[in-house]
């Protein structure tokens, strides 16, 4: 049975959007968890866009599952990555420009820095996964350097503009997957899935568990709509 592992940046993307102190990832994370999530998932931006140093310092005290911590693998993310002990650190690229993560990490570029980055939370006990595009060459990259666990990157498969595409897209995750399990790894999955496309991993039991956010906070959006507003009207219609 694979593990659902949530992604929290977008409450606090909604607590940014007003500078407000809520609503608060942390309260959040403790919801995802009592709803049955595996692990909880936040990325310390560099700009800290979404999350702050101050989230991750609470969450690590709060978080009863896993806590994930996604980052890239900058001095100053691994000196937090340290400082905090989080039960996992993901390696991902990252672009001061880009809106999301845009692809996996590419292994060919920085290997020598990235192995250090690996060796150095792997001396502290934390185990390192790298988020990486469903490629052959990238996971034998990520087995090499010694990451414990890959996330195989599903974005191309999510954002297919063609069934042929998708189709493609979708046998190169399970065959990275299949790949990945054979030299040893861990194998998460992760970018862009929602409840229409994770119906497609059926049946595919080489992936651990399956990190997911922007889909499950929207959801949270609508599903909750009608609540919060009946909740305000009681409180205007007593006035
Ligand atoms: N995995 C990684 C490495 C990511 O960067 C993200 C986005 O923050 C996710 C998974 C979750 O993607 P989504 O929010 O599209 O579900």
Same mark, same amino acid.
């Given at each position: 049975?694979?593990?659902?592992?949530?992604?929290?940046?977008?409450?606090?993307?909604?607590?940014?959007?007003?500078?407000?102190?809520?609503?608060?990832?942390?309260?959040?994370?403790?919801?995802?968890?009592?709803?049955?999530?595996?692990?909880?998932?936040?990325?310390?931006?560099?700009?800290?866009?979404? %999350?702050?140093?101050?989230?991750?310092?609470?969450? *690590?005290?709060?978080?009863?599952?896993?806590?994930?911590?996604?980052?890239?693998?900058?001095?100053?993310?691994?000196?937090?990555?340290?400082?905090?002990?989080?039960?996992?650190?993901?390696?991902?690229?990252?672009?001061?420009?880009?809106?999301?993560?845009?692809?996996?990490?590419?292994?060919?570029? !920085?290997?020598?820095?990235?192995?250090?980055?690996?060796?150095?939370?792997?001396?502290?006990?934390?185990?390192?996964? %790298?988020?990486?595009?469903?490629?052959?060459?990238?996971?034998?990259?990520?087995?090499?350097?010694?990451?414990?666990?890959?996330?195989?990157?599903?974005?191309?498969?999510?954002?297919?503009?063609?069934?042929?595409?998708?189709?493609?897209?979708?046998?190169? %995750?399970? !065959?990275?997957?299949?790949?990945?399990? *054979?030299?040893?790894?861990?194998? !998460?999955?992760?970018?862009?899935?929602?409840?229409?496309?994770?119906?497609?991993?059926?049946?595919?039991?080489?992936?651990?568990?399956?990190?997911?956010?922007?889909?499950?906070?929207?959801?949270?959006?609508?599903?909750?709509?009608?609540?919060?507003?009946?909740?305000?009207?009681?409180?205007?219609?007593?006035?």
């Amino acid at each position: 049975m694979a593990g659902l592992a949530v992604n929290v940046d977008h409450v606090a993307t909604l607590r940014e959007a007003r500078k407000a102190a809520y609503p608060d990832p942390v309260a959040a994370a403790a919801i995802v968890e009592m709803a049955g999530a595996d692990g909880v998932v936040v990325h310390l931006r560099e700009d800290r866009r979404h %999350i702050k140093d101050r989230d991750l310092k609470i969450l *690590k005290e709060t978080v009863k599952s896993k806590l994930i911590l996604e980052m890239a693998p900058t001095p100053e993310m691994i000196g937090t990555a340290l400082e905090i002990k989080p039960d996992l650190v993901t390696f991902v690229p990252e672009k001061r420009t880009e809106v999301t993560t845009e692809g996996g990490m590419n292994l060919s570029l !920085n290997q020598e820095s990235i192995a250090d980055a690996i060796e150095t939370l792997k001396c502290a006990h934390i185990p390192v996964s %790298i988020f990486i595009d469903p490629d052959p060459e990238q996971i034998r990259m990520a087995h090499k350097i010694s990451a414990a666990l890959v996330e195989i990157h599903t974005g191309g498969f999510c954002d297919a503009e063609t069934p042929q595409q998708q189709k493609r897209a979708f046998l190169n %995750i399970v !065959n990275a997957a299949k790949l990945a399990k *054979k030299l040893g790894l861990g194998v !998460n999955a992760g970018h862009g899935l929602c409840y229409h496309t994770i119906k497609a991993f059926t049946g595919i039991h080489d992936i651990d568990e399956y990190s997911i956010g922007h889909s499950i906070i929207s959801r949270a959006v609508m599903v909750g709509l009608d609540r919060a507003v009946r909740d305000m009207a009681a409180l205007v219609r007593a006035l």
